[in-house]
């Protein structure tokens, strides 16, 4: 009677280590995947902000200067009258 007792605690003492070991090798798998999963999810947001401020910069990038024609405004550093003169003498 003594050798059946021992084999059923043993028995069962080896089920419930098995749960404990179950049950926190599995918290270990689902932390990791939430963890991925929000990995994944910070580069995606981060490609789409880097994607906007491409079309941003190219939505909003100055002009072609050559097919602006001169500057007509005196008080710009980059006002050049010989290139103002020779763009009104070309169009008369």
Do not use: C, W
Not at 22 to 42: C, M, P, T, W
């Amino acid at each position: 009677m003594a050798s059946t007792q021992g084999v059923n605690v043993l028995r069962y003492s080896a089920l419930v280590a098995g749960l404990i070991y179950g049950v926190s090798h599995q918290s270990s798998l689902s932390s990791q995947a939430k963890h991925a999963e929000i990995e994944r999810e910070y580069k995606r947001k981060e490609s789409l902000i880097q994607q906007a401020k491409a079309e941003f910069a190219k939505k909003h990038a100055p002009a072609d200067k050559k097919s602006e024609g001169p500057i007509t405004n005196p008080d710009d550093p980059r006002f050049d009258l010989e290139a103002l003169l020779k763009s009104a003498e070309s169009t008369n």
